[in-house]
């Protein structure tokens, strides 16, 4: 099955621990076949000072990749190779953020996991962000089955501050700036009532 990722940073950086790996073992073996020309405290001091030096070595890159699959942040640091993949920006409806490579479906589809649950999400493909790394997401919210459009909430939000909650002072707003779509004094004219209908005249 193909990855989403080709090969991550954190297996590229265990790669180079082994590469150090390797030449630290070639040393220690160099050590160890001239350990009668040593004192014996100082070729034990230098095969544990070795030793603690390969364990360092290798928690270094370790420590990082555990964090990067723990927290899921392949998204943010590798580079998305296949394009039958893409990202996800999710919230929960506990307000936290979480982040997923999920995979595409047809029209639309997006295939994931919410909380250990397969869920799907339809991207629009009204709104879809570029990450620093170019990697290509959509803004998904758990209270929604599609993606979110953040320049439809910019909108929405100056929408009321100008006029207000939409269906009570818009309207009387809109009627006042003559932004409606016909005449209101079109509302006036006479009706006639005709076996339950209204005829407007």
């Known amino acids: 099955m193909a990855r ?3 090969i991550t940073n954190s297996e590229i950086s ?3 621990f082994l590469v ?13 076949d001239v350990y009668v020309q040593l004192p014996l405290m100082e070729f034990v001091l230098i095969i544990f000072l070795l030793v603690v030096a390969l364990f360092f070595f290798f928690m270094a890159p370790a420590w990082m990749s555990y964090l990067i699959s723990k927290y899921n942040l392949n998204l943010f640091i590798d580079r998305i190779s296949n394009p039958d993949y893409i990202g996800w ?3 929960t409806k506990s307000k936290s953020f979480r982040p997923h490579i999920v995979k595409k479906g047809p029209l639309g589809q997006t295939k ?5 649950v397969k869920a799907d999400a339809i991207n629009r493909g009204d709104y879809t962000v570029t990450l620093a790394n170019g990697n290509q997401a959509i803004i998904k919210s758990d ?3 599609k993606n979110l459009n953040l ?3 910019v909108g929405w939000q100056l929408v009321k501050q100008h006029y207000g909650l939409i269906g009570f002072r818009a309207w009387e707003q809109a009627v006042q700036h003559n932004k409606t779509d016909f005449n209101p004094e079109s509302l006036d004219e006479t009706k ?3 076996n339950g209908e209204i005829q407007f005249t």
Not at 20 to 32: N, S
């Open 20 to 32: 150090g790996l390797i030449c630290t073992l070639i040393a220690i073996k160099f050590v160890i």
């Open 143 to 145: 209270l929604l089955p």
């Open 112 to 116: 994931g996991m919410a909380n250990g």
């Open 89 to 91: 920006l999710r919230f």
């Open 151 to 153: 320049d439809q909430c």
């Open 14 to 16: 265990m790669s180079f």
């Open 4 to 6: 989403a990722i080709g």
């Open 192 to 194: 006639e009532e005709d």
